[in-house]
T-cell receptor, first 116, second 114 residues
Framework: DAGVIQSPRHEVTEMGQEVTLRCKPI?????LFWYRQTMMRGLELLIY????????DSGMPEDRFSAKMPNASFSTLKIQPSEPRDSAVYFC??????????????FGQGTRLTVV | SQKIEQNSEALNIQEGKTATLTCNYT??????LQWYRQDPGRGPVFLLL?????KEKRKERLKVTFDTTLKQSLFHITASQPADSATYLC?????????????FGTGTLLAVQP
């Protein structure tokens, strides 16, 4: 497996524009996580899915952020409208349950978002 | 509120010495704790997992301890090498049910000097 794949790797956009980040989890994994990383706040959990269903979105900062997982192999994180304070690296991660226990999370390379 | 804290200052050590990183948590009862390594421009990579009923776990030059009374985990790298220089993150996870949050600490930057 190629691991967790995120696209794009880098995104520069103007304030007010819509931004869509994409993630393909590892095949067979049933959990998918979206994180945001900044120097000030570290790695923050935004939302996670189990079997394509959003379980906890309490980390989503505002209504401008939304996430979907239409099937087991694809998820999107959308910001509309984007603001300069949304500039960060966004990571997608996936994991699975084996024998009833939760295993480690596998991270993608991240998308570096810059909103100007 | 739930908090996970790691040494905020960068840790500088000499090659060959043992590096010890700390992870403290409050208002949390994790079933287990994980340690990850993150290199610049890359996503975190899993290193070790330790369960609440385990006191210590080892993997090659790495050793992790987990004290649920102190609410603390220590991460040791023995015979450190410049290639060990990276940011190290601890992460906590609740067990069971639908809740499966994986929450990360602030991370500690380790620099091993040759």
């Amino acid at each position: 497996d190629a691991g967790v794949i995120q696209s794009p790797r880098h995104e520069v956009t103007e304030m007010g524009q819509e931004v869509t980040l994409r993630c393909k989890p590892i095949s067979g994994h049933d959990y998918l996580f979206w994180y945001r990383q900044t120097m000030m706040r570290g790695l923050e959990l935004l939302i996670y899915f189990n079997n394509n269903v959003p379980i906890d979105d309490s980390g989503m900062p505002e209504d401008r952020f939304s996430a979907k997982m239409p099937n087991a192999s694809f998820s999107t994180l959308k910001i509309q409208p984007s603001e300069p304070r949304d500039s960060a690296v966004y990571f997608c991660a996936s994991s699975s349950r084996q024998g009833g226990l939760n295993t480690e999370a596998f991270f993608g390379q991240g998308t570096r978002l810059t909103v100007v | 509120s739930q908090k996970i804290e790691q040494n905020s200052e960068a840790l500088n050590i000499q090659e060959g010495k043992t590096a010890t990183l700390t992870c403290n948590y409050t208002n949390y009862s994790p079933a287990y704790l994980q340690w990850y390594r993150q290199d610049p421009g890359r996503g975190p990579v899993f290193l070790l997992l330790i369960r609440e009923n385990e006191k210590e776990k080892r993997k090659e030059r790495l050793k992790v301890t987990f004290d649920t009374t102190l609410k603390q985990s220590l991460f040791h790298i023995t015979a450190s090498q410049p290639a060990d220089s990276a940011t190290y993150l601890c992460a906590l996870r609740k067990y069971g049910g639908a809740t499966n949050k994986l929450i990360f600490g602030t991370g500690t930057l380790l620099a091993v000097q040759p």
